[in-house]
Nanobody
Framework: QVQLVESGGGLVQPGGSLTLSCVVS????????VGWYRQAPGKEREFVAR???????DYADSVKDRFTISRDGARNTVYLRMRNLKLDDTAVYFC?????????WGQGIQVTASS
């Protein structure tokens, strides 16, 4: 059973920074991609960023130029560096991995941008 465990969330003032980590229980290069989604209260879950096995990086337009996804293969960990956080970034962030049609999710971690 693949497990994804997120950490690094919390409360930050608008304009601040946070880095999320996702530790995967298997070799992250076994997956087509590993990335992040988020779900704000009353809204649907939305794509944030992903990194493919070939190291292609994709971002949602709303976070481009503010968020950076990276990985450490030796630690089977994917990071999401979030800068200049805005009120609208407040959400539960979920780590996601996929291999072909199989999708795996973490339990989610809260990120709150508030003054």
């Amino acid at each position: 059973q693949v497990q994804l465990v997120e950490s690094g969330g919390g409360l930050v003032q608008p304009g601040g920074s946070l880095t999320l980590s996702c530790v995967v229980s298997e070799n992250i290069f076994n997956f087509n991609s590993v990335g992040w989604y988020r779900q704000a209260p009353g809204k649907e879950r939305e794509f944030v960023a992903r990194i493919t096995a070939e190291e292609t990086k994709d971002y949602a337009d709303s976070v481009k130029d503010r968020f950076t996804i990276s990985r450490d293969g030796a630690r089977n960990t994917v990071y999401l560096r979030m800068r200049n956080l805005k009120l609208d970034d407040t959400a539960v962030y979920f780590c996601h991995a996929n291999y072909m049609a199989r999708h795996y999710w973490g339990q989610g971690i809260q990120v709150t941008a508030s003054s």
